[in-house]
Structure formats: C-alpha cells, structure tokens
C-alpha cells in the first residue's frame, strides 16, 4: 500500500480525510509527482544527515542582519546553487545567555554595547560614540511594545493547547507548570526574534544615521561614506543585543500570563491532591482511550522521561540565546530516542530494598492513623514506588521514586498532620527513601544531590521555601550549597518576595544556632556567603522595601545584634553581617555588662501562652495591692527605707526572687493590672476625665515605685551589672506588654499608661543619687533601645507618647550633653531616623491626615529644639538624616542643613562682594559621623577610585547609571542613598585631590578633573527623576561654611555654566529655589550659591527663556532676588532689571 512509507501520525490524518470525504482507500491510486520532481530549495527543509566523507561536510553561513531564525545548510558537496541565498536569510551566532540579559531598566543594555574601536569615523570624532546607546535604547522602545504583544498572543495560545493536550493525564501540576514555561518561553523567544530582528537593523541604522548627521554639520562625500560604514557596522554588532532584550522581555511575560491562563488546569489538581485521589479528566480518558491509536494515546499518570525530555529541550535551546546545560531527561537522549540506563543489581542494593521496605511497613503499622488519612495514603504510594524499584531497577523508575521522595517531604514539613507522631513517621519515611536513593549502590552522593537540587529549585514556591525540609536536606548532604546559595540571592534581590525573604531568614538563623551549639549543619560564613552578603544590603536599605519584608529583616538584625545601618556607618565598624555567628555581634549597646540588651530583647519577644503556676496571679495581685497601700500612706516618707527592706523581704518569702522567670512573670502581671485598671477607669463614663487619670496615676506611680526600689536595693553597692539588668528586664517586659496591647485593642489603644511608666521610672533613675548616678549611661542605653523597639512603625497608636518620650527634657539632655565622648548620639540618631522612615510614605505622597500632621509638626519642633540646642549633633549626622527624609520635605531638610557649630560665627550672606574663599572656616572639612563609603558596593567604589585615578575603565562612566537604578517604577527608579553617598565621596576626594595640588576649589580649579567628568556625565546621562535626585545630593552639602560648602557651591555653578542644554539649568534653579521660597531658616551655603548665580554675569542667569517663561514666575524670580540681593540699592536694583529686561528682548528677537 502507498502508505506504508509515511508516519502513522500522517496515515492517520490520510484516514481520517479519506473517511470525512467518504472516499474509499484501497481505490485510490498512488502518485509518482513528488518522487519525480523536487522543488528547488527543498533540500533546506530535509532531514539533515549526519556527513559520511569530509567533502559532505555540513557549513553554516551566517550574517549580521537577520529575518529568520533557521540557517541556512550547504552541501559541499552538492551544487552551489544554494549558496546563492539572501544573506538576510540567514542568523548570526548567539552571544548571549538567557541569564546574561538584564531587562530590569533599559539601561540593561550599557553593559554589553559593542563599540568597534577600528571603526575610522569614531577614531576621528569620539564624541561620537556617546550616540550609540540612546540610538539603541529608542529602537528598542519604540519596538518593544508592538513585538512584545504579538509574540505572547500567538505563543500563549499555541502553548496553552499543547500543554493542556499532552499532560491532560498528569495529576502534578508541578510538572505541568514547568513544561508551560518551558514551551511558551521558547515560542515567544523565537517569535520575538522573527518579529523584530529585521525591524531593529533598520532603526537602529536610522537613529545612528540621524544622530551623526546632525552632529557633523556639511559632511564631505567621503564622510558621508564613513557615517554610512560606522552606522552598518554598529548596528550588525548590536542588534542581536536589542533583539534579546525584547525577546527576554516578552519571554519574561509570557510566563506570568501563561500562569494567569492555567491556573484552573492547576487548581484542579490540587483540590484532587488534597482529596486524597488522583486527577482524571474522563471526557479526556474516554477520547484517548476510542480515537488515538496506541503509539500516540497518553497514560494515567505522570508524563515519562522521554516526554519531559522534549519540552526540557525547548529550555536549554532557546532561540537567538546560546544553549543552557542540559538537564537530566535531555542528558538521556540520545540520536533518534531516548536510552534507558538500567541498574546493575547487586545483592547489597537488593537488600537495601527489601529493609527499606520492611521499614516503611513498620511505620505504616505502627501509626494510628486512618487508612484515609492523606498522610499515610501518601506513604503508601511511596511504598508502591519502592516496591516497584525492586522490581524493574531502572533508572526511570529511581528518578520518580526520588522526585516522589522530595515532592512529600516539602509537602509534608509545608503543611504537617496535626498528629505529631504521624508527623515524625511521615518525615521519616521519606527521608529513609531520600538515602537510599544517595548509597553508592543506588545512584551515588553526587548524582543524587545534582538531581535533588534540580528538583527542589523547580518545586511550586510555596513547597520549594520550607525552611524545615531545606535543613533537613542540608544535614543530609542532598542539597548542593552553590546553587541553593544563588539561588536564594536571586530570590530575595529585590527584598519584596516576603516568602522567599522569610524562609532565608529562618534558614540562615538556624544554621547559625546550630554552630553557635558547637553542632554545625555546614559552614554558614562560607556556603551561604552571597545570601549574607545580600541581607547585609537589604538592612542597610530597608527604608526602600515593603513594610513586612522591613519587620522581618529588623527582627532578624535585632536578634543576632547586628548593627543598625546608623551603626553600621560609625567609623571603621565595616559591615557587621560578615560576623554573624561569631562572638563579636552587636553595636555598642551589647557592650553594657551582662549583655543588659539581650535581657531587654528577651522581655520583649516572650510569647503570650505564659501557663503561669497556679495561685501565681492570685499572690500578685495581693502583694501590688499592699504595696500600693504602703506607698500611699502618710509616713512613708519618713520611713521609707524601713517599709522598703520589709516589702523587698515579703516579696523574697513569696518565692519572687527564686528564679529570673517568676521575677519576669512577677513584672508582667504587674503591669497589666495596672494597664487594665486604666482602661477600665478611662472607658467608665461616670468618672471624671481629671480625676480617671489622677486614678490611674494612683497605681501606675506605686509601682513605678516598686521597680525603682527592686533595682535599687538588687545586687551589691560595688557591683551595677544586677541593677542593670534589672532595669533592662523591667522595661522588656512592659515593652512586650505594649505591643500585645496594641495589636488586641488596635484603635482603642490607651497611651497613657504606659506614657506614664516611662516618663516616672525615667525621671526616678535619673535623679542625683550616687547609686543612680553610677549607673546612668546604661539606664539610658536601655530606655533608648526600648524605644526604639517600640518605633511609631511597630506600634502607630503609641507615636504620640513615643515622639514626647524621645524629645523630653531629662532623655534628651542627659543622652546629648552628659554622655561622655558623645556616646549616646548614635543612639538618639537612630531613634530620629525611625521617626522619619514613618513620616516618610505620608509626607512623600502628601497625605496628611489631621494626625499625621500633628505628628509632623511635633516632629519639626523636635527638630527646631535640636537646632537651637545641640547643632553640632544635626552638623555630624546630617547626611543620615537628610538620607531617610523624602526629596519633597524642603522645610525638615532646610532645619537640619542650617545648624552650624555654637563656637562659629556665620558671615552675613547678603554682604556686597563677599569672598567666600578668604573666609578662615572654608578650608576646613566638616565632621560627618556618617560612614556613607557603606553604602558604595565595594566593586562600585574599586571603579570609582580608578576611574578618579586614571580614568579607567572606559566604560566606567556609561555603566553608572545602570547601577543606579533599582527598578523601572517611576519615583522609585534609583537607590537615594547610594547616589548621596557616591556624590559626596566624589566631593571628598575631588577636595583631597585640589588641596594636594596646593589650590583651593574654584570653578576654574575643580574643571577638567575626572570628578567633575563623573558629575557632568551624571548630569546629561540621567532622567529627569535621577537628575534630581543627584543635584539634592550636592544641594545637601551647602550648609555652613566649610570646604565641603565651598566645593559643592563651586560644582553646582559649573555644571550650571557648562550645561547643553536650558532645561538643566532650569533643574538646576528649581532645586535652589524651592529651597529658598520655604519658611526660615535657610543653609548659608545655599544662599550664597543662590546669590552667586543670579549676581554674575557669567551665568547669564536673567537672560534665559525659564525665567520669562510665564508673568507669575517671573515675579517669583524678582523677589527672591530682592530678597537675596537686599544690599543692594534701589538704583542698582532698578538699573540691573533693566539690563535684564534687554538681554530678554534680544534674545526674543
């Protein structure tokens, strides 16, 4: 029959026609066209032979330029004639990996354009290259939209029926997820690729073209010709580079639509899972079961190797991407098949089976559990598997017995019986086939952690983030630490996957305990070293990230004392992650004897289901309320040390003092009887506000009272560490107290209690008795510490009473001004940054409820105390502070930039020829605590100094701004401190640079430096959200006269001079004026700067088109130049307008 020689997939489809068409197949009769003729170029589309002699060899012609993704094949030794094809026809060799391409900003790009250096236009005009990206980068936008939504409409639905047609039978939709991805990855890859290949050589080429021309005015013949060379030749060099990023683009969403697309298919496999049964489509079974034949019908159950095995090839082999590593079902193919490794069977394995067995079927009898029960019908699937492993030993049927293995143990740790016994034979059961599976006899140590790593990495999120199970497979050796230390960077980058960020936190705790416990897992500072180094990065910028990931890694820094990123920035501490799991963690607050912090933490993290003994609550509300009988009566005073000794006695008697847990459990049910009699009396109606808190008062003070006497008369005279302690348990506890309070009641929370508490135990422990005197520096260290545990983010309904707490009198004065060599600073900073990071997201977006605003203003008070009192603490944290305050909060960063030094006096600004340069304080440098170098990423700032040094790499200036950016949401592009910190670090050194060369910075002085060339390439190269960002950081930097002053003054005047274009130097004046318009005060340096400007006629300040450029701004202008220029005269004033109004008309015309 004619038949016999095609494929039964097509005999099939000849039959099927021949039956729609009512036609008859033994009548038709065979043709002998397509034997007797072969159209030209068929050969193209032929199955490809491996070559016999070397003149069959195979070439493979590619070009630059491309519209298909299929090259094309010469047989040597055949007729040439197909080498006559268009080189458009054919595809350039791959450069790029998947990973390699960056699309989280367009500025992905800089870091892989090809700019040849032998191109002889670019020798002859380097300006020149300069026009590469931003030819590049509005290619790749204007296509990027288009191209993008054609190729995930067609690859989606081609996917998704294929998908949905080949694992119809599948019940794990683990499997069938990654084969979707899989599929419509390379589908949208390769349709991308087609789409915009040609279309990106024809912009690309135009935008070069249309940039150089305007660059080269009245271009020669022969220039015209280089223009053309340079333009063809950059563009076949980069874009393969464009055509990737929109191909990773459009692959990167087409993922996540696909999910969208088959969540159904996967929700109906899992409601079958958590069933207890397998996943059937019957309509499905049915069809395969009548209408497919044999060959091509699928099977019940999980998809085979060799099925996974072809769409795993469409992920290693991604068009227009170089090749990944294949992987296991891949590794197994081979050349028209897929070969089956079978085991050599030994009688050691074969014995490992049958105990592997008869264990499980000893925990199957064991447990008590019903047959039904999900967990135990799981471990008997299990066993069937293990069973029939000792029946075929095959390589196959080990791979799914391990996958099966995996799969149950995440389950299982992810979601746990209730029964803990059946839990612990659960977990055991698995983990005794997960070692089987490891014995050399079986498939090895290392294939087993190669293939157990892959696994887990393509496990469902919510299973592959378990931080149990991933200790456990760590103990055992199953996991490889590489990849799970990359892979856990990779997921937690961005500091938004809660998930991801929660289970690395666990999982880095643990294994830290465990080497703390002289038990370690492995080697933590070692084999988790980029996932530390990450969480040191995502702490010191928590502001940045969403509230819940911030109180996890707070949490996390809290409990391992690592040092906030205040701390982080005192000098020469370097970063403090890098000694986790050593003795040496924490910041100056654990170096109080004892470790009092630890003690406070302690209180503060106790958990809520406390089981107090019997009668315990009973014996404390009796000896409270004694003691607030004795407090309260007459002649306590008298006797007060008597009625002390006595109370101090009873409470020894009554056990209170036998252990730290009673004493603990003594102070907290204290404080709540005192807490609730306050709510009771406050929401009682029919009692007099006045005289509701005069009650509250009643108790509250007796035992503040209490506590004061128990830290008083606790230890030795010669020794504080008992008394400290002390002090640190008490105020843990009421700290833990509050935040239970606070999380119960919510909106109805009661500050006053508490308020109370604080203020009186603060005012008592600070008095001029000598034995607190002795100890006063760590009293403070530990009120500081509880407050900054109870910051408005972690407990808003106790902002206000926190605020007033921070800024009294007592706390403020004694931490400031009687703390030897400025101890206690630091401290105080961190408590205004925590203030500011809540302030932060209501001031930035401007929402400014009545109590938020309330709060904003106490906040300036604070502010304007601190300005009036102790400038030089807002002198030497000034760049912390104006780090965390949102760019629109010009008054809160104008107080904090005005403080200057109480020993200095500032020259008037206003004074006609004033010569900043001859004042004495201008050559000195400002003392910033700061250590803002931190914040640089050690290969950042390696460029930078290089670069400084001798203007290298070459590349170093257009990579900036990539590294930059932080993400593509407008607002939130750039990381604000990294380019506060890279500003004045450049200053730094530029001032070090001038003063070593014997100068002093000048507009002429600071020109032509590689630090000016940073400046001016940041100043053209960003947008307009970057931009202003960037002239913030060195508008930060004018504050009172200094070098830094005097540098940055110098620098904002230049690169106002130097600017291409007016809408820079309209930035530039917006981001002064909009200081200058505020409230008083205003930073001198600013003024002067301001002054300077709109004075000297080397700016040309007046004749530009912004300051006419509308009636109201152009008043605006004039009076805050009447303002900044007051000495002037009325004459003078009048007669430079009229110059001004002059230089306008004929620039107008």
């Given at each position: 029959?004619?038949?016999?020689?095609?494929?039964?997939?097509?005999?099939?489809?000849?039959?099927?026609?021949?039956?729609?068409?009512?036609?008859?197949?033994?009548e038709?009769q065979?043709?002998?066209?397509l034997?007797e003729e072969?159209?030209t170029?068929?050969?193209?589309?032929?199955?490809?032979?491996?070559?016999?002699?070397?003149?069959?060899?195979?070439t493979?012609v590619?070009?630059?330029?491309t519209?298909t993704n299929?090259?094309?094949?010469?047989?040597?030794?055949q007729?040439?004639?197909?080498?006559q094809?268009s080189?458009?026809?054919?595809?350039p060799?791959?450069?790029?990996?998947?990973?390699d391409?960056?699309?989280?900003s367009?500025t992905?790009?800089?870091?892989?354009?090809?700019?040849?250096?032998?191109?002889?236009?670019?020798?002859q005009?380097?300006?020149?290259?300069?026009?590469?990206r931003?030819a590049?980068e509005?290619?790749?936008?204007?296509?990027l939209?288009?191209?993008?939504?054609r190729?995930?409409?067609?690859?989606?639905t081609?996917?998704?029926?294929?998908?949905?047609?080949?694992?119809?039978?599948d019940?794990?939709?683990?499997r069938?997820?990654?084969?979707a991805?899989h599929?419509?990855r390379?589908?949208t890859a390769g349709?991308?690729?087609?789409?915009?290949?040609?279309?990106?050589?024809?912009?690309?080429?135009?935008n070069l073209?249309?940039?150089?021309?305007?660059?080269?005015?009245?271009?020669?013949?022969?220039?015209?010709?280089?223009?053309?060379?340079?333009?063809?030749?950059?563009?076949a060099?980069?874009t393969?580079?464009?055509?990737?990023?929109?191909q990773?683009?459009a692959?990167?969403?087409?993922?996540?639509?696909m999910?969208?697309?088959?969540t159904n298919?996967?929700?109906?496999?899992?409601?079958?899972?958590?069933?207890?049964?397998?996943?059937?489509?019957?309509?499905?079974l049915?069809y395969?079961?009548?209408?497919?034949?044999?060959?091509?019908?699928?099977?019940?159950?999980?998809?085979?190797?060799?099925?996974?095995?072809?769409?795993e090839?469409?992920?290693?082999c991604?068009?227009g991407f170089?090749?990944?590593?294949?992987?296991l079902?891949?590794?197994g193919?081979?050349?028209?098949?897929f070969?089956?490794v079978?085991?050599?069977?030994?009688?050691?394995?074969?014995?490992?089976l049958d105990?592997?067995?008869r264990?499980?079927?000893q925990?199957?009898?064991?447990?008590?559990?019903?047959?039904?029960?999900?967990?135990?019908?799981k471990?008997?699937?299990?066993?069937?598997?293990?069973?029939?492993?000792?029946?075929?030993?095959?390589?196959?049927?080990?791979?799914?017995l391990?996958?099966?293995?995996?799969?149950?143990l995440?389950?299982?740790?992810?979601?746990p019986p209730?029964?803990?016994?059946?839990?612990?034979?659960?977990r055991d059961?698995?983990?005794?086939?997960?070692?089987?599976?490891q014995?050399?006899?079986?498939?090895?140590?290392q294939?087993a952690?190669r293939?157990?790593t892959?696994?887990?990495?393509?496990?469902?999120?919510?299973?592959?983030f378990?931080?149990r199970?991933?200790?456990?497979?760590i103990?055992?050796?199953l996991?490889?630490?590489?990849?799970?230390d990359?892979?856990?960077?990779?997921?937690?980058e961005?500091?938004?996957?809660?998930a991801?960020l929660?289970?690395?936190?666990?999982l880095?705790?643990?294994l830290?305990s465990?080497?703390k416990?002289?038990?370690?897992?492995?080697?933590?500072?070692?084999?988790?070293?980029?996932?530390?180094?990450?969480?040191?990065r995502?702490?010191?910028n928590m502001?940045?990230?969403?509230?819940?990931?911030g109180?996890l890694?707070?949490?996390?820094?809290?409990e391992?004392?690592?040092?906030?990123p205040?701390?982080?920035?005192?000098?020469?501490s370097g970063s403090?992650?890098?000694?986790?799991?050593?003795d040496?963690?924490?910041?100056e607050?654990?170096k109080?004897p004892?470790?009092?912090?630890?003690?406070?933490?302690h209180g503060l993290?106790?958990?809520?289901?406390y089981?107090?003994?019997?009668?315990?609550?009973?014996k404390v509300?009796?000896?409270?309320?004694e003691?607030?009988?004795?407090y309260?009566?007459?002649?306590?005073?008298?006797e007060?040390d008597?009625?002390?000794a006595?109370?101090v006695?009873?409470?020894?008697?009554?056990?209170i003092?036998?252990?730290?847990d009673l004493?603990?459990?003594?102070?907290r049910?204290?404080?709540?009887?005192c807490v609730?009699?306050?709510?009771r009396t406050?929401?009682?109606?029919?009692i007099n506000?006045?005289?509701?808190?005069?009650?509250c008062?009643h108790?509250m003070?007796?035992?503040?009272?209490?506590v004061?006497?128990?830290?008083?008369?606790?230890?030795?005279?010669t020794?504080?560490?008992?008394k400290?302690?002390?002090?640190?348990?008490?105020?843990?506890?009421v700290?833990?107290v509050l935040v239970?309070?606070?999380?119960?009641h919510?909106?109805?929370?009661?500050q006053?209690?508490?308020?109370?508490?604080f203020?009186?135990?603060?005012?008592?422990?600070?008095?001029?008795d000598?034995?607190?005197e002795?100890?006063?520096?760590p009293?403070?260290q530990?009120?500081?510490s509880?407050?900054?545990?109870?910051?408005p983010?972690?407990?808003?309904?106790?902002?206000y009473?926190?605020?007033?707490l921070?800024?009294?009198?007592?706390?403020?004065t004694?931490?400031?001004l009687?703390?030897?060599?400025?101890?206690g600073?630091?401290?105080?900073?961190?408590?205004?940054?925590?203030?500011?990071?809540?302030l932060?997201?209501?001031?930035?977006?401007?929402?400014?409820?009545?109590?938020?605003?309330?709060?904003?203003?106490?906040?300036?008070?604070v502010?304007?105390?601190?300005?009036h009192?102790?400038?030089?603490f807002?002198?030497?944290?000034?760049f912390?502070?104006?780090?965390?305050?949102?760019?629109n909060?010009i008054q809160m960063?104008?107080l904090i930039?005005?403080?200057?030094?109480?020993?200095?006096?500032l020259?008037?600004?206003?004074?006609?020829?004033?010569k900043?340069?001859?004042?004495?304080?201008?050559?000195?440098?400002p003392?910033?605590?700061?250590?803002?170098?931190t914040?640089?990423?050690d290969?950042?700032?390696?460029?930078?100094?290089?670069?400084?040094?001798?203007r290298?790499?070459?590349?170093?200036?257009?990579?900036l701004?990539?590294?930059l950016?932080?993400?593509t949401e407008?607002?939130?592009?750039?990381?604000?401190?990294?380019?506060?910190?890279l500003v004045?670090?450049?200053?730094?050194?530029?001032i070090?640079?001038?003063?070593?060369?014997g100068?002093?910075?000048?507009t002429?002085?600071i020109?032509?430096?590689a630090?000016?060339d940073?400046?001016?390439?940041?100043?053209?190269?960003?947008?307009?959200?970057?931009?202003?960002?960037f002239?913030?950081a060195i508008?930060?930097q004018?504050?009172?006269?200094?070098?830094?002053?005097?540098y940055?003054s110098?620098?904002l005047?230049?690169?106002?001079a130097e600017?291409?274009?007016?809408?820079i130097?309209?930035?530039?004046?917006?981001?002064?004026?909009?200081?200058?318009?505020?409230?008083?005060p205003h930073?001198?340096g600013l003024?002067?700067?301001?002054i300077?400007?709109?004075k000297?006629?080397?700016y040309?300040f007046?004749s530009h088109?912004?300051?006419?450029?509308?009636p109201?701004?152009?008043?605006?202008?004039?009076s805050?130049?009447?303002?900044?220029?007051?000495k002037?005269?009325?004459?003078q004033?009048?007669?430079?307008?009229?110059?001004h109004?002059q230089?306008?008309?004929?620039?107008?015309?």
């Open positions: 029959m004619f038949l016999c020689p095609l494929q039964l997939n097509l005999k099939f489809e000849v039959e099927v026609l021949c039956k729609h068409l009512t036609l008859d197949l033994t038709l065979p043709s002998s066209l034997k072969r159209p170029g068929f050969s193209q589309l032929s199955t490809i032979k491996p070559p016999s002699s070397p003149s069959q060899a195979v493979v590619s070009t630059p330029s519209t299929t090259p094309i094949v010469i047989d040597e030794g007729s040439h004639g197909t080498s094809q080189p458009a026809a054919t595809t060799q791959s450069r790029f990996h998947f990973d391409i960056n699309i989280a367009i992905g790009l800089h870091q892989h354009i090809q700019i040849n250096q032998q191109i002889v236009l670019l020798q005009f380097p300006q020149l290259k300069q026009m590469v931003p590049i509005k290619a790749v936008q204007d296509l939209a288009p191209v993008v939504e190729s995930i409409k067609i690859a989606l081609t996917a998704e029926n294929i998908v949905k047609k080949d694992f119809a039978l019940p794990d939709e683990t069938m997820r990654i084969a991805h599929i419509v390379n589908l349709m991308a690729m087609i789409t915009s290949r040609e279309p990106l050589l024809l912009a690309i080429n135009a073209k249309s940039s150089m021309g305007s660059f080269i005015r009245s271009p020669s013949e022969e220039q015209n010709t280089l223009v053309d060379q340079a333009c063809q030749q950059l563009t060099d980069n393969e580079l464009a055509s990737a990023f929109i990773k683009t692959v990167e969403k087409a993922v996540s639509e999910d969208k697309r088959m298919e996967y929700e109906l496999r899992k409601v079958a899972r958590s069933e207890g049964r397998r996943y059937c489509d019957p309509s499905v049915t395969q079961a009548e209408r497919m034949p044999e060959q091509l019908r699928l099977k019940v159950g999980g998809a085979s190797l060799q099925h996974s095995a072809v769409y090839e469409f992920a290693i991604l068009p170089l090749p990944s590593a294949p992987s079902s891949a590794a193919a081979k050349e028209g098949g070969m089956r079978e085991f050599v069977p030994t009688e050691e394995f074969l014995l490992l105990k592997c067995i264990d499980i079927n925990h199957l009898r064991s447990t008590l559990a019903p047959p039904n029960n999900l967990h135990v019908m471990m008997n699937s299990l066993l069937e598997l293990v069973m029939q492993l000792r029946i075929t030993q095959s390589q196959l049927t080990a791979l799914n391990l996958q099966k293995g995996l799969e149950g995440l389950e299982g740790m992810n979601s209730t029964d803990p016994e059946l839990f612990v034979r659960f059961v698995h983990l005794l086939v997960l070692r089987l599976l014995e050399p006899r079986a498939l090895g140590p294939a952690c293939h157990v892959r696994m887990l990495l393509e496990c469902r999120d919510e299973l592959k378990t931080p199970a991933l200790i456990l497979l103990g055992t050796q996991v490889e630490m590489k990849e799970l990359g892979f856990l960077c990779k997921s937690i961005t500091g938004r996957n809660f991801a929660s289970c690395t936190i666990k880095v705790t643990a830290i465990a080497e416990r002289d038990t370690p897992i492995i080697d933590a500072n070692n084999d988790l070293k980029k996932t530390k180094e990450m969480l040191t995502l702490i010191a502001r940045h990230l969403p509230e819940s990931c109180q890694l707070e949490q996390f820094r809290i391992h004392g690592i040092r906030p205040s701390f982080m920035s005192a000098p020469g403090s992650l890098g000694m986790l799991g050593s040496g963690i924490g910041g607050l654990d109080a004892g470790g009092p912090t630890s003690i406070l933490h993290m106790m958990q809520h289901d089981d107090d003994p019997p009668g315990l609550y009973e509300e009796y000896m409270l309320s003691w607030v009988r004795y309260h009566q007459p002649g306590m005073f008298k007060g008597k009625i002390y006595a109370y006695a009873r409470l020894q008697q009554q056990g003092f036998k252990s730290e004493l603990s459990r003594f102070f049910i204290s404080i709540e009887m609730e009699l306050c709510y406050l929401n009682d109606p029919s506000p006045t005289l509701a808190r005069a009650k008062y108790t003070d007796a035992f503040v009272r209490l004061v006497v128990l830290v008083r008369f606790s230890g030795e005279s020794n504080n560490v008992t400290i302690n002390l002090v640190n348990k008490v105020l843990g506890t700290a833990h239970q309070d606070h999380e119960v919510t909106t109805e929370f009661h006053l209690p508490y308020h109370r508490f203020i009186m135990l603060l005012t008592d422990l600070t008095t001029s000598p034995v607190f002795a100890i006063i520096f009293v403070l530990a009120f500081g509880t407050y900054q545990l109870l910051k983010s972690r407990a808003p309904g106790f902002a009473s926190w605020l007033e921070v800024s009294h009198r007592i706390f403020i004694k931490l400031l009687h703390t030897p060599q400025k101890k600073w630091p401290m105080f900073q961190q408590l205004l940054i925590s203030l500011f990071k809540f932060a997201p209501f001031l930035r977006n401007a929402e400014l409820s009545k109590p938020t605003h309330l709060l904003y203003k106490g906040t300036l008070r502010l304007l105390v601190l300005l009192d102790f400038p030089e807002l002198c030497d944290y000034h912390a502070f104006c780090d965390v305050i949102p760019p909060c960063r104008n930039l005005s403080a200057f030094p109480r020993n200095m006096r020259p008037d600004p206003f004074t006609p020829s004033l900043v340069e001859m004042l004495p304080d201008i050559a000195h440098a003392r910033i605590v700061s250590n803002y170098e914040i640089i990423p290969n950042l700032k390696k460029d930078l100094s290089e670069y400084i040094k001798a290298s790499p070459v590349t170093f200036l257009s990579e701004r990539s590294k950016q932080i993400s407008p607002g939130n592009q750039y990381n604000v401190s990294l380019i506060n910190a004045l670090f450049v200053g730094t050194q530029a070090a640079y001038i003063h070593s060369k100068s002093t910075p000048s002429s002085t020109a032509y430096t630090h000016m940073i400046f001016q390439h940041l100043l053209v190269d960003l947008d307009t959200e970057g931009r202003y960002l002239l913030n508008a930060n004018l504050r009172y006269p200094n070098s830094h002053t005097h940055f110098c620098a005047l230049s690169l106002f600017a291409n274009t007016e809408a130097q309209e930035q530039i004046t917006r981001v002064l004026l909009e200081r200058l318009i505020v409230n008083r930073p001198w003024l002067i700067t301001f300077d400007l709109i000297n006629p080397t040309k007046w088109e912004f300051v006419h450029c509308a109201e701004i152009e008043k605006l202008f004039e805050v130049a009447r303002s900044c220029m007051q002037q005269t009325g004459s004033a009048a007669m430079a307008r009229e110059t109004q230089q306008h008309e004929t620039t107008s015309t």
